[in-house]
């Protein structure tokens, strides 16, 4: 990992991290988890989220963090945290939710994921005033598993829309 580098995204970014996300969703999801999103909610999910334009949006939010790990200029994985927005009850925009912690496939096994999850940690707890949050699919046990050994615990559920399927999602919480 020595030639990687992990830095903040600039707007420049966004079309490459938009790529790096659409493409990681889908090795993730559809792929490797075999998720049978519809064609059209598929579609219009990845624009929405991962759009040069809809990234470089997020890229401008107030009071959000990202980090990118690249090599040799391609971006590797990427993690991005900030106000909350999970639905639960015990939740307020000033707790700190990690948002996405992606990375690409061929960068698996690298240690980007715990590097990218170390650094948000850090950075979510400086900026809140209360517990931290990750939603994750209900199904990825090895991200649950992650999250458990960070003191992450399940504290409820929701859906996660990608178009108009929606996905069984829980909430983790630590604090």
């Known amino acids: 990992m020595s030639d990687v580098v992990i830095r903040a995204p600039s707007p420049a970014d966004a079309e490459a991290l938009g790529a790096l996300g659409r493409q990681t969703f889908i090795d993730t999801f559809v792929t490797g988890f075999g998720i049978p999103y519809p064609e059209d909610d598929l579609a219009a999910f990845l624009d929405a989220s991962f759009s040069p ?4 949006a997020k890229l401008t939010e107030p009071g959000a963090a990202w980090w990118v790990a690249e090599r040799d200029g391609a971006l590797l994985a990427f993690a991005n945290a900030g106000p909350n927005t999970l639905p639960h009850r015990d939740a307020s925009t000033s ?3 990690l948002r996405r912690l ?7 096994g690298l240690g ?9 940690l850090d950075w979510m707890e400086a900026n809140t005033d209360g517990p931290l949050w990750i939603g994750v699919w209900s199904g990825n ?6 999250y458990a050994m960070h003191g992450f615990e399940k504290a409820g559920e929701y859906q996660y829309p990608v178009g108009a399927w929606r996905d069984d999602e829980f909430i983790l ?3």
Request: hydrophobic residues 45%; proline residues 0%.
């Open 112 to 120: 980007l994921g715990t590097k990218l999850l170390a650094l948000s």
């Open 53 to 56: 334009e809809a990234t470089a």
């Open 95 to 97: 707790h700190a939710e």
């Open 173 to 175: 919480r630590r604090g």
């Open 141 to 146: 046990l090895k991200a649950q598993k992650l």
């Open 102 to 108: 992606y990375v690409a496939k061929s960068a698996q």
